[in-house]
């Protein structure tokens, strides 16, 4: 059994933190969780540090106390705005005399895939093989101890802005952790929500939070896109607001209250009453001028996302699946519809539900952990914790990702 991880979801109104493993059933088990708001964050950007360290500080203290351990380093999300995967493949000859792949073997080969021209703004955060090849032969993923003459391999290669890396790094520092890496907010909601099916065919996920939208492709078992626009469930309550001309905490309470994006599903169009802002009139107002509302902004959202993909040539076949995810919209009924409408392509909405944790808003943070445990499987890809009781079971995840967050502290 893997040591605990912990998970920490930095969003737009809130931050989630997991403290958790993957047991040998492969079923999540969550000892410790914590849930902050957060208003230091918008649209994906940290825009106060000090108030997401608050809310970081928070979260983890909550999520401390329910396991009653002490965390010390944590793995965060980054949005897609701020990264990009590129595929490259390196190769190289290997060097033991009885052509036997060594530890070092691997090391000098991811370093070598790192040989990528990318802009002064950005760093490389991580490397992820996802094969290696030995002479010809393809799909190994170990491939120390095997012997051969050639060594290849299949890796994506993780860019990220500098600045955007520093600012998650500062909030963490501040809140008195250290970082145990950043994890692509896709390959996390990817590895809860998607079926091995929809990966290896084809699917578009939509993850809508509250103030940004994060939109990956994944196909033949890769992420081949990831982007995210500054749109979110928070602009349908600012549209409704300034439409309605209500307040904003009324707007976020008739758009929970009526949960609908098409007016076909509207079964009684019945009047309501209102205050108004300009005067603090009652008025009235009927259910259709809030779904229309509600209809329009869902709509826009999900045109933008097929106009992305459009612009980045990829081919959207009938094969492939629309997966919604998300606090921003997920919970809207009929956005399954507008998006089958939108992509010409069947749609479901993915709910993450589980015993082990309370709230569908840990999805990413619960997937961080599943990917962290299925991708670095060598069994020291722990975070930094210390059982109250005074057992301390501290494993680090050693080499590429310490290497990266010294060069940011260099750069900071």
Known sequence: MGSYIVSLDIGTTKVCTLIGRVNRANQLEIVGE?????????????????????????????????????????????????????NNKSSIEISDNNHEVSPKDVEKLLYKVRDLEIPEDCQIIDIIP???????????????????????????????????????????????????????????????????????????????????????????KRLIFYDSIPVGGDHITNDISIGLKISHSEAEKIKRQFELALTSLINNDQEFAVNTIEDNKRKKIKVSEVVEIIEARVHEIFYICRNMLEKAKITIDGNMTVVLTGGGISYVDGNKQLASEVFEIPARVALYRSASVSKSEFATAAGMIRFVSNTYKSGNAGSKVILQKGKNSLKKRPGFFKKILKLLERLS
Request: charged share 20%; aromatic share 4%; hydrophobic share 45%.
């Open 34 to 86: 914590g849930i902050a708001p957060c208003n230091g964050v918008k649209k994906g950007v940290i825009v106060d540090i000090e108030s997401v360290s608050n809310s970081i500080r928070d979260s983890i203290k909550q999520a401390e106390t329910m396991a009653n351990i002490s965390v010390g380093s944590a793995y965060v999300n980054i949005y897609g705005m701020h990264v990009n995967v590129i």
């Open 130 to 220: 996802r094969q290696y090849i030995i002479d010809g032969y393809d799909e190994i993923i170990d491939p120390v101890g095997m012997v051969g003459l050639r060594l290849e391999v299949d890796a994506d290669v993780i860019i990220g802005k500098i600045t955007s890396a520093q600012n998650i790094v500062k909030s963490l520092e501040r809140a008195g952790l250290k970082i145990d890496g950043l994890i692509i907010e896709a390959f996390a909601t990817g590895e809860l929500l998607l079926t091995p099916d929809e990966k290896e065919i084809g699917a578009i996920l939509i993850d809508v939070g509250g103030g940004i939208t994060d939109i990956s492709v994944f196909k033949n």
